[in-house]
């Protein structure tokens, strides 16, 4: 396990296909780099408050709050990034706009924020989490306020435009503080600060999702972190008994029967064919896993595996997660 200050990364972008897990290892990481003693910054862009359903906790503003305290002295505080709540911060901090800010909003002129160009807004929701990364404290001794900003992001099939903040002003700044901000943001997302994580689960699909990611980012000079394969399940055969079960032998169906009855339960063709059909699906799932973690392994990326929780992630369970992340080199 490395300490607070052996990784180059500041900033944490966990993205990946729907539903693959991202704001359950966002959540995870957010923890496991608290357990090191770190102030983390856990941030999503969406809305959606998943995060404070991972965690059980109130809803999540767009002010900061602290959710959890480590016994190591780190934590996690939160945040619910909103591009309208953003832009009147920017504007407050670059143009000291505090009361023209709440002009605007009456007139109804940051309704751009919300309605006009997507690319607009996600320049506005990325600077917000740029922002907490470069702050620092008050003082003659400065330091960052934040060890590490974990960033639960929009989902592969988005990532890239999401990021890709200099295409995205193009169109509307060719000069000026916004440029100049697109830039800066360009500069950390494509400096050994950023890592992107991409979650996948081992199937095909989410996968092949992985792998086109993985090329998009790279040519936008992105650099992925790692590949996060969650909800691995343990295989439960050895090698030699999940061929005898896929085979179909007939030793297998005897010693499941010769098993049943020694436990007195009654057999018959319709329970034994049962089971070994389940054992032969089992085999198969497995075999399907194995074969896309291995075409994950190919790759120049570490690829770290978390479990699947049986009992689901509510159950407390997230810390599981948290310990295995915690392992990992390069976090
Ligand atoms: N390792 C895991 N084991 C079991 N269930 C998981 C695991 N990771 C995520 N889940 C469950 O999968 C669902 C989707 O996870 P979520 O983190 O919301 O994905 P995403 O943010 O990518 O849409 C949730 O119900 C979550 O509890
Ligand atoms: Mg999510």
Known sequence: MTGPSDSPVRLHVVTGKGGTGKTTVATA??????????????????????????????????????????????E???????????????????????????????????????TIAPGVRDVLLIGRVYEAVGRVTKGAKKRPVFDSVVLDAPPTGRIGRFLNVN???????????????????????????????????????????????????????????????NGVRQPILTHDDAAAVADQDPRVHEAL?????AVGIKTGPALVGGLLQEGADHVERARLQAEQHAILQALDVP??????????????ELGLLADVLAEQEGL
Do not use: C, W
């Open 303 to 316: 690829v770290h595996a978390l479990p699947h929780l049986s009992d689901g992630v509510e159950s407390g």
């Open 167 to 229: 295409a995205e002003v193009s169109d509307v700044a060719k000069v000026g503080p916004v440029r100049n901000q697109a830039d800066s943001i360009t500069r950390l997302l494509q400096s050994p600060a950023t890592a992107i994580h991409l979650v996948t689960l081992l199937e095909e699909m989410p996968v092949q999702e992985t792998l086109d990611a993985i090329d998009e980012l790279g040519t936008l000079s992105l650099r992925v972190g790692s590949v996060i394969a």
């Open 29 to 74: 990481m957010a923890l496991a780099l608290a357990a090191r003693g770190q102030r983390v910054l856990l941030a999503e862009v969406e809305g959606r408050q998943g995060l404070a359903q991972v965690l059980d906790v109130a809803p999540l503003g767009t002010e900061e709050r602290t959710l959890v305290t480590d016994p190591s002295g780190g």
């Open 76 to 114: 996690v505080v939160g945040l619910s990034v909103d591009a309208k709540t953003a832009l009147l911060e920017y504007l407050q901090k670059f143009y000291k706009l505090g009361r023209a800010g709440s002009i605007l909003e009456r007139v109804g002129a940051v309704d751009f924020a919300t």
């Open 257 to 261: 029967e010769a098993a049943l009855t």
